[in-house]
Nanobody, 117 residues
Framework: QVQLVESGGGLVQAGGSLRLSCAAS????????MGWYRQAPGKQRELVAV???????NYADSVKGRFTISRDNTKNSVYLQMNSLNPEDTAVYYC???????????WGQGTQVTVSS
């Protein structure tokens, strides 16, 4: 059983920062891609940022220059540093992990990020 445990969400004022963490545990091997998605009320879930096992990153245009994704392969963990937050960033943020060459995919339970104006 694979489990993704997220932490770090919360309420912050516009212009503030938050750091999300996600740790994968259980029978998981050969983690390839790790990433963060978000879903705002009434909207579809969207990609925020992903990072490969080699450290190559990709970001949604809306967060480029403000968010930074990183990972610690020794801890099977992925992080999202979010700076210059604005109300449009308000959403539930989900951790996503793909392993086994992408054959397996896992999701975290989600963590709420709320940015007040």
């Amino acid at each position: 059983q694979v489990q993704l445990v997220e932490s770090g969400g919360g309420l912050v004022q516009a212009g503030g920062s938050l750091r999300l963490s996600c740790a994968a545990s259980g029978s998981i091997f050969s983690i390839n891609l790790m990433g963060w998605y978000r879903q705002a009320p009434g909207k579809q879930r969207e990609l925020v940022a992903v990072i490969t096992s080699g450290g190559i990153t990709n970001y949604a245009d809306s967060v480029k220059g403000r968010f930074t994704i990183s990972r610690d392969n020794t801890k099977n963990s992925v992080y999202l540093q979010m700076n210059s937050l604005n109300p449009e960033d308000t959403a539930v943020y989900y951790c996503n992990v793909r392993s086994g060459g992408g054959f397996y995919e896992y999701w975290g339970q989600g963590t709420q990020v709320t940015v007040s104006s």
